[in-house]
């Protein structure tokens, strides 16, 4: 191992490439709407079953440690979610044909509040590795998603929020004070907020598409109320943003607040749908885009909380774009090169997001203010 490389865990179970997500495409099939069935939906699970498969045919998997996920339980699961909705959850999986996390759009087969249970359980092996020192990092490729499942509802094709599953480890078995949670999926993260809305100890920021999903969240002024005034960042930006904002808004907003709040440990829920070749969404970061952000918040990591920082796979459907975006940041988090670059380069690459354009600063700068909302250790 060289001076550059970390111990570096990886997390995929074989079980997280049978979510069953149906045949409906984004809404369920329909014959009185005009909506046929098909068979991959926009979230089937051969993207990140793709991902992994990268993973191993470049090799990277050989500068890995690789973890092995074993099941949440329910009380795990039970520190952020109420009991009627994890009932719910475990009475439909029951069914033969399964049930809906919430919103009539999240459909999971038979047996799928397993896969749930395993999700969340990967989050907290991969969280463990690191907080006990078996690994320096870790990535933790799981499915189904999570960041979308506040405490009583799962909705965009979340089920259990596999981060604050995570968080609520950390602080309540793990024993720590504060944990930062930086959502970089294009989607708001509305689980979370919903989840630590009256939370000091948990530092969530959430860096999104403006009224991208769910369209009526995810605004500046969600900051959080009670002990957790200040404690929740949503920074939306327009539109059609590629690497320069979100490396300008990292560089702005989230990076400092992580400064002041000064986490003990900082997870990142990993969705890969602000790519350009997504089809959920608007925004045109590169691979190059997301490796860049992995090291800016690894470097802080490094800087504030030794290194502790645990991935998350959250969204990206693309299952073309998704797999080089994903070694993009595995490798970056490692510290080694597999040798492959974005095939895809060639056709993106000139496509724009290079520049930061006037109205994307505006829109970072915007959320500025909220840096000076954070609480530092002291005054926590």
Known sequence: MSDDEKRTGYLWNTLYGWVDTGS???????????????????????TKRRLHELVMSS???????????????????ARVHDTAYIDRIDAEGA?????????????????????????AGGAIEATKAVLDGT???????????????????GRGFCIFNNTAVAAAYALDVAGLDRVAIVDWDVHHGNGAQDIFAE????????????????????????NGFGEGAGHSLNIPLPPGGGNAVYEYALESVV???????????????????????DPLSRMMVRADGFRRMTRLIVDAAERIC?????????????????PFCGLATIEELAGVSSGLSDAYSPIVGAMGGDELLDHEREAVDAAKVLVRRVSSPATN
Do not use: W
């Open 24 to 46: 409906g495409g984004l809404m369920p099939s329909s014959v009185a709407h005009g909506l046929q069935p098909i068979s991959h939906h926009v979230a089937h699970p051969d």
């Open 135 to 153: 690994v320096d990092r870790a990535y933790a490729l799981i499915n189904p998603p999570g960041h979308h499942a506040e405490r009583a509802v």
């Open 255 to 277: 990076i400092p607040a992580l400064e002041v709040f000064r986490p003990q440990l900082i997870l990142v829920p990993c969705g890969f749908d602000a790519g350009i070749m």
């Open 95 to 119: 069914l033969p044909k399964g049930g809906d996390a919430g919103d009539g759009v999240s459909p999971f087969g038979q047996g799928g509040e397993q896969l749930a249970y395993l999700a």
């Open 59 to 77: 090799r990277l998997i050989d500068h890995l440690v690789q973890i092995d996920a074993v099941p949440a339980t329910r009380a795990d699961v």
């Open 306 to 322: 030794g290194g502790k920082v645990v991935f998350l796979q959250e969204g990206g459907y693309s299952p073309y774009y998704v």
């Open 199 to 222: 939370s000091s100890q948990v530092l969530n920021i959430s860096l999104h598409q403006n009224r991208c999903f769910p369209a009526d969240s995810g605004f500046i002024e969600e």
